[in-house]
């Protein structure tokens, strides 16, 4: 009888720690599920942030888009209305005794070299507009 009461205890001692150790198991896997979980909202947070400012800067980049394009008009606009000067301002002083004669003057030799300058031709007209941004004299 003791052997089979020891048989029994042990069998329920057995069972008992199987027991244990399966709820163990269980609750090591639920929060490690639970960890999962976690990890897994705060990436999708974090992909929402980073969607967020990727959108961001793409209407940032379509802003300065537009504006490059409104910049490039206006300078095609003003480098069309510098060669017209300058093709006017050409036609002047070759036909013009008297601007001829104020472009040889006393004027300050600043605004007789860009004078000049203006008169070079239009293949300059490019380099003029893109590589100058001051006042002529500068």
Excluded: C, F
């Amino acid at each position: 009888m003791m052997a089979a009461l020891k048989g029994r205890v042990i069998g329920a001692a057995v069972g008992g720690l199987a027991l244990l150790s399966a709820y163990l198991y269980w609750q090591h896997v639920t929060s490690q599920r639970d960890a999962y979980r976690a990890e897994a909202e705060r990436q999708r947070e974090r992909a929402e942030i980073l969607q967020e400012h990727q959108q961001w800067h793409r209407q940032q980049i379509e802003t300065l888009n537009t504006a490059m394009a409104e910049r490039d008009r206006t300078l095609t606009i003003i480098a069309d209305d510098i060669r017209a000067s300058t093709s006017a301002l050409q036609s002047l002083g070759e036909t013009d005794a008297e601007a001829r004669e104020w472009l040889d003057s006393d004027v300050p030799g600043s605004a007789v070299d860009w004078v000049r300058q203006l008169q070079v031709g239009t293949a300059r007209d490019a380099e003029s507009v893109s590589g100058s941004s001051g006042a002529p004299d500068q």
